[in-house]
């Protein structure tokens, strides 16, 4: 059973910063690809982030680009969002996902995505 656990959201203050992780179980991580997907107040869910099974290839919304990293530790499991210079539009339940194949290409798109974490809420305040 594939299993995806967010943590690391809290409530902070506009400009401020938040590191998300995302712990994994039950899929071979480094062969799927990742992403972040958010799901704010009033708006459709939007892919924030994704990352390629190596890494090597990083995708981002316009509304986060030079603002946030994702990052992978392979090793471990588990998947990084680093988010700077936060702004209240970014607050949401940010969800972990992948999908249901292995080596598919990273995409944005959260239709894409089969398994998601249960999400960790971050609250930026003016």
């Known amino acids: 059973e594939v299993q995806l656990v967010e943590s690391g959201g809290d409530l902070v203050q506009a400009g401020g910063s938040l590191r998300l992780s995302c712990t994994t179980s039950?899929?071979?991580?480094?062969?799927?690809?990742m992403a972040w997907i958010r799901q704010s107040p009033g708006k459709e869910r939007e892919g924030v982030a994704g990352?390629?099974?190596?890494?090597?290839?990083?995708l981002y919304a316009d509304s986060v680009q030079g603002r946030v990293t994702i990052s992978r530790d392979n090793a471990k499991n588990t998947l990084y969002l680093q988010m700077n210079s936060l702004k209240p539009e970014d607050t949401g339940i940010y969800y972990c996902?992948?999908?249901?194949?292995?080596?598919?290409?990273?995409?944005?798109?959260?239709?894409?995505?089969?398994?998601w974490g249960q999400g960790t809420q971050v609250t930026v305040s003016p």
């Open positions: 996902a992948t999908g249901r194949w292995p080596f598919k290409p990273v995409t944005l798109d959260h239709r894409q995505y089969d398994y």
């Open positions: 039950g899929l071979t991580f480094d062969e799927y690809a």
């Open positions: 990352i390629s099974t190596t890494g090597s290839r990083t």
